[in-house]
């Protein structure tokens, strides 16, 4: 059973650039989870997200920021517009159901140039 | 605005010495997690303990929840090398295992040196 993928693991984007995380959760999970870690800072919450709804967005900048889980394929965390703030590593994690253990994957590391 | 103080920031110790890690906060929460991160790599959850004054164990790690369950420390003994790691405890609103929400703090980086 894979673990949590996620694609890419570095991405490099110019400023005004869109960029589109991927994240492809544990076989059986339909319960996703978005954190993006600064540098030097904590892991901070942005959203959750349940197959096709969102669920808590409430750590969600209010622009530039949307993330989807369809029914079929990866949930994708996309940042329109990117700035150079937008550097850091973001990170999905993936749980059966919502009070069950999470498993995180390795991170997309976004390089904003 | 909850949070999440981890201490020490930075520790480096030789092999075989115990430590202690201690991450505190001022809201009460009704679980708390703690996962070890290596560099490049996600968080990967050790334990997550949820009643007031338990103390959880594996292997050489010791994990407890203050009574209040706003605080929590990690002892390690006997240190080893491949114990290295960022160690990051979270604060959950839920008593289950899940990751919505939680509230992380820094991390304390830890080197064990052979």
């Known amino acids: 059973n894979a673990g949590v993928m996620q694609n890419p693991r570095h991405l490099v984007r110019r400023r005004g650039q869109e960029a589109r995380l991927r994240c492809s959760p544990m076989k059986g999970h339909s319960h996703v989870y978005w954190y993006r870690q600064l540098p030097e800072e904590g892991l901070k919450f942005m959203v959750y997200l349940q197959k096709e709804n969102i669920i808590d967005e409430s750590g969600m900048p209010k622009e530039r920021f949307s993330a989807e889980f369809p029914k079929e394929g990866p949930s994708i965390l996309r940042i329109q517009q990117v700035v150079r703030g937008d550097s850091a590593a973001y990170f999905c994690?993936?749980?059966?159901?919502?009070?069950?253990?999470?498993?995180f994957g390795q991170g997309t590391r976004l390089t904003v140039v | 605005t909850q949070l999440l103080e981890q201490s020490p920031q930075f520790l480096s110790i030789q092999e075989g010495e115990n430590l202690t890690v201690y991450c505190n906060s001022s809201s009460v929460f009704s679980s708390l997690q703690w996962y070890r991160q290596e560099p490049g790599e996600g968080p990967v959850l050790l334990v997550t303990?949820?009643?007031?004054?338990e103390v959880k164990k594996l292997k050489r790690l010791t994990f407890q929840f203050g009574d209040a369950r706003k605080d929590s420390s990690l002892h390690i003994t006997a240190a080893q090398p491949g114990d290295t790691g960022l160690y990051l405890c979270a604060g959950a609103l839920s008593s289950g295992g899940g990751a919505d929400g939680l509230t992380f703090g820094k991390g304390t980086h830890l080197i064990i040196q052979p």
């Open positions: 994690a993936s749980s059966e159901t919502r009070n069950t253990e999470a498993f």
């Open positions: 303990v949820v009643t007031g004054g």
